[in-house]
């Protein structure tokens, strides 16, 4: 399929070169696709914080729960003693209840905390550009949720105890949406799902699956905006992600 000339526009905001590269049809990929580029894939990152205090209370099953219910229990969790007190809200996610793509990033932010919803801001915008250039767009058959539902301290990476406090619900979300493609956002979101501590040059390009879904994982907006010379590998990632989710 062609791309439209919006797509190419984000495309050329995004700074992402284009070839053409015509006739692949099985897949229903699109026909311009990045030049490769040869930056290093196994960026530094900081080392994972030390573990604090554990949850203070284990979260109610939610298995069964509608989105109504699930909304509510965990605008009410407190799970974890050092979150709950100090959020101003908890960010639940957005979108289409029944989308095919499920985007899945780390943590609220500040803007996040206050507005109740992921990915706005500068990331946000990226992460619309990036949708845009798949001619998808923010709720439609779209849903973006986070690992964490409440905003670590000075944005801090998500503590191990609190992304498994917080596992049931974003378990719950996948069951009710049902998608048919996963793209982690960024490496803590990568590795959380996957439970492992590879670095994100390792997990980027690899197959994966979270609950026999095939999952994606790529760089986070956030890291993009600082990177940009890493939005054509993005671009790639996005492209793989949909080619998967076309397969029969």
Same mark, same amino acid.
């Given at each position: ?30 026909? +311009? ?54 959020? +101003? ?75 498994? +406090? ?65 939005? +054509? ?16």
């Amino acid at each position: 399929m062609s791309l439209t000339r919006r797509q190419r526009e984000v495309l050329h905001e995004m700074g992402i070169p284009l070839w053409v590269r015509r006739g692949d049809t099985r897949t229903g990929a699109m026909d +311009a696709l990045p030049q490769a580029r040869s930056e290093p894939e196994n960026v530094p990152h900081p080392p994972e914080p030390l573990l604090g205090a554990l949850p203070a209370t284990a979260p109610p099953p939610v298995a069964g729960l509608d989105w109504e219910a699930l909304r509510t229990r965990v605008a009410g969790c407190v799970a974890c003693a050092e979150l709950a007190p100090r959020r +101003a809200q908890t960010v639940f996610g957005v979108g289409d209840p029944e989308a095919d793509w499920l985007f899945i990033g780390e943590a609220p932010g500040a803007e996040e905390d206050r507005l109740g919803e992921p990915f706005v801001g500068r990331a946000g915008q990226l992460l619309d550009n990036m949708l845009a250039a798949l001619d998808l767009a923010r709720g439609e058959n779209v849903y973006i949720a986070n690992i964490l539902k409440c905003r670590p301290p000075g944005n801090r990476d998500p503590r191990t105890e609190e992304a498994a +406090a917080c596992r049931p619900f974003l378990d719950r979300q996948i069951a009710l949406i049902a998608p048919r493609v996963v793209v982690a956002l960024g490496r803590v979101a990568a590795q959380a799902l996957l439970d492992t501590d590879a670095p994100l040059g390792r997990l980027r390009g690899a197959a994966h699956a979270y609950g026999g879904i095939p999952l994606v994982v790529t760089y986070h907006p956030a890291y993009l905006l600082r990177s940009p010379a890493d939005k +054509a590998k993005a671009w790639t990632d996005l492209l793989r992600a949909r080619a998967l989710m076309l397969r029969p």
